[in-house]
């Protein structure tokens, strides 16, 4: 909801269930093999597990601006 909010069409998101989908190339590629939330530009790549997990539910305003302000580093 945030991406959407804050960049409309201009970035997109793309979620993968493992358990379903366990031959996506996304996930050998970045080495993702369990909950994880990177933001990607080319070959630039930010891990944002952490921060999701500490506060998407708990101070989602914090995770927003952290998302925000990640996402416009890498454009």
């Known amino acids: 909801e945030a991406i959407k909010e804050y960049y409309g069409d201009k970035v ?4 993968i269930n493992r358990d379903e989908d366990k031959d996506n190339p996304l996930m050998t590629k970045y080495k993702v093999n369990g ?16 921060d999701a997990f500490l506060n998407a539910r708990s101070n989602p305003d914090k995770f927003k601006s952290k998302l925000k302000s990640t996402i416009d580093s890498l454009m």
Do not use: Y
């Open 35 to 50: 909950q994880t939330l990177l933001i990607v530009n080319g070959n630039r790549e930010v891990d944002l597990t952490n």
């Open 12 to 15: 997109t998101f793309e979620s």
